[in-house]
């Protein structure tokens, strides 16, 4: 049995008999020297804890010795008083090792004051709460520890575990349904204050509710934000500057495929403009927060669907009659993949601009086939969506690799990459182009200053 789950056991043991389990953990100290008398008879009741649960003989080297306690601090660090002797100290009695909990408090834990001072941890997925800190099933020696590698099967929930988001603010674009909905919901019930940028805002408004029906406590709004019009976007982004708060992670997750013809208000095929040019200005007007909030990442959510088309003419320039063609010339999953592929170029050309000023930004892909919203437009892909559905990812797994992209901390100040289940790959010739992107890049800043006035370039 691992030394973190005895003394789980050991803790319901202790709640089990009615015996106070605050001198397990619930003691902060500055100095190992400071140790209080009254700790005594707690700690006897502990050991007879242990022997109650057939624990107190054991051949680990982590066990301690008759008379010794293990006690961590508020932010985490294990120390170990010796009651025989009346003193702490920072070193394992045995192994003279030094330790630490791992991480922050598991999901769904939180950590709070009663009446009388003390620590108690609550658990709000099982409606319980102890004396007794949860981090002490996972604690680690106090050396580097490698990151820890994920795949197509794990899920957002999974990456963030033990994270506290509680002081970065993420926006989400798109955020009400499908992926963006569980990375919404993620970020939120790991303490982030998440933004919403939807279009529609009852449907905005239903997933906060849905957030916050699940914890009462989680930071979560909705902001109205039509990327199918420029003029929205920069009403957002003014809206969301008067609200004067920092901006860490910014998700540019709205995407619409299969859809019928249609030009947006600002005369652009709204394909193009909603998956990428309304993602392009919302950027540019967000630039001043996200460079004050550094370190600040952007995460583009983009598709392996960037792989089967072009965007360049003869002149190896990026052509907008490819991507806003006429509606003889309009085929919507062509047009789909060409927004894709701006959004890797979109995403590898901002990193080259601003992560000099700490904002890194990155692409990826969420999944194969996934049943989302973004299909909705057309039958036969949504039958087969459908039928693909027993065989692709859950939204909890297709929100991973952005949620990955977006809190890695090997990935801290990294960027111009493209993500699929969580590892980098490599993106198509055309992606990697440096001289498409810097294309694309002008092309965008042409239209989006065709149709305002005063936008600041990055």
Same mark, same amino acid.
């Given at each position: ?15 089990d008999?009615?015996?106070? #389990?605050s %001198?397990l ?12 008398l009254?700790d005594?008879r707690?700690?006897?009741e %502990?050991?007879?804890a242990?022997k109650?649960a057939?624990? /107190?003989d054991?051949?680990? =080297? ?7 306690e293990e006690r961590s601090?508020? /932010?985490? +660090?294990v ?6 002797e009346?003193k702490?100290q +920072?070193e394992h ?6 330790k ?9 834990w939180e950590?709070?004051?009663?009446? &009388?001072g003390q620590?108690?941890y609550?658990d709000?997925? *099982?409606?319980?709460?102890?004396y007794?800190?949860p981090?002490h099933?996972?604690? #680690?020696e ?5 990151? &820890?590698?994920?795949d197509?099967?794990?899920?957002a929930l ?6 506290d988001?509680?002081?970065k603010?993420?926006?989400?674009t798109?955020?009400n349904?499908g992926i ?5 919901r993620s ?6 204050h998440v933004?919403?940028?939807?279009r529609?805002?009852t449907?905005? *408004?239903?997933?906060?509710? $849905?957030?916050?029906?699940? +914890? ?16 929205s ?8 500057k008067?609200m004067?708060?920092p901006?860490h992670?910014?998700v540019c ?6 859809q019928?013809?249609?030009?947006t =208000? ?7 403009q909603?998956?990428? $040019? ?5 950027v @540019?007007?967000?630039q001043?927060?996200l ?7 952007v #995460?583009v959510?983009?598709?392996e669907s ?7 003419d ?17 085929w919507?999953?062509l047009a789909y993949?060409r927004?894709?592929l701006c959004?890797i ?6 990193h080259r ?8 930004s990155n ?6 086939m996934?049943?989302?919203?973004i299909?909705?437009s057309?039958w ?6 459908t039928?693909a559905?027993p065989?692709t990812?859950?939204m909890?797994?297709?929100? %991973?690799?952005t949620?990955?992209?977006? #809190?890695?901390?090997e990935l =801290? ?6 993500? *699929?289940n ?5 993106t198509? %010739?055309?992606a @990697?182009?440096?001289s498409?992107a ?13 149709r ?7």
């Amino acid at each position: 049995m691992q030394f973190g789950s005895r003394h789980r056991v050991v803790a319901e043991v202790l709640e089990d008999r009615r015996v106070r #389990v605050s %001198a397990l953990s619930d003691i902060c100290i500055h100095s190992p020297e400071q140790i209080f008398l009254s700790d005594f008879r707690h700690s006897l009741e %502990a050991m007879a804890a242990l022997k109650y649960a057939g624990m /107190d003989d054991t051949d680990s =080297e982590d066990e301690l010795p008759p008379g010794w306690e293990e006690r961590s601090t508020k /932010d985490g +660090w294990v120390y170990y008083a010796n009651h025989d002797e009346m003193k702490t100290q +920072w070193e394992h009695p045995k192994t003279g090792k030094k330790k630490r909990c791992a991480g922050d408090l598991p999901y769904g834990w939180e950590q709070e004051t009663d009446e &009388k001072g003390q620590i108690i941890y609550i658990d709000h997925i *099982n409606k319980r709460s102890t004396y007794f800190d949860p981090r002490h099933a996972f604690t #680690v020696e106090d050396v580097v520890v490698k990151p &820890k590698r994920y795949d197509g099967n794990a899920a957002a929930l999974e990456i963030l575990q033990g994270r506290d988001l509680s002081d970065k603010v993420v926006l989400i674009t798109g955020g009400n349904v499908g992926i963006g909905f569980e990375t919404a919901r993620s970020f939120a019930l790991h303490g982030a204050h998440v933004i919403l940028a939807c279009r529609n805002l009852t449907r905005a *408004n239903k997933a906060v509710s $849905l957030i916050q029906e699940e +914890w009462h406590k989680a930071r979560v709004e909705a902001m109205m934000c039509n990327l199918a019009s420029l003029r929205s976007v920069r009403e957002f982004a003014e809206s969301f500057k008067a609200m004067k708060l920092p901006l860490h992670i910014l998700v540019c997750n709205a995407a619409v495929c299969t859809q019928p013809y249609m030009l947006t =208000e600002d005369n652009l095929e709204s394909t193009f403009q909603i998956c990428h $040019l309304g993602h392009f200005l919302l950027v @540019q007007c967000l630039q001043d927060v996200l460079r004050r909030s550094a370190p600040a990442r952007v #995460v583009v959510v983009s598709s392996e669907s960037h792989r089967f088309t072009d965007l360049l003419d003869s002149c190896g320039k990026v052509d907008l009659v490819l991507l806003s063609p006429s509606k003889k010339d309009y085929w919507s999953m062509l047009a789909y993949n060409r927004a894709k592929l701006c959004n890797i170029l979109f995403s590898n050309e901002l990193h080259r601009r601003l992560s000099p000023y700490g904002v890194t930004s990155n692409a990826l892909h969420p999944g194969n086939m996934m049943y989302t919203s973004i299909h909705r437009s057309w039958w036969l892909m949504t039958f087969l969506f459908t039928l693909a559905r027993p065989f692709t990812k859950s939204m909890q797994q297709g929100a %991973a690799t952005t949620v990955y992209c977006a #809190v890695a901390p090997e990935l =801290e100040g990294l960027g111009g990459m493209y993500f *699929n289940n969580c590892f980098r790959c490599q993106t198509s %010739a055309q992606a @990697q182009d440096p001289s498409s992107a810097t294309s694309l890049w002008e092309l965008s800043e042409r239209l989006v200053a065709e149709r305002s006035v005063g936008i600041q370039a990055l």
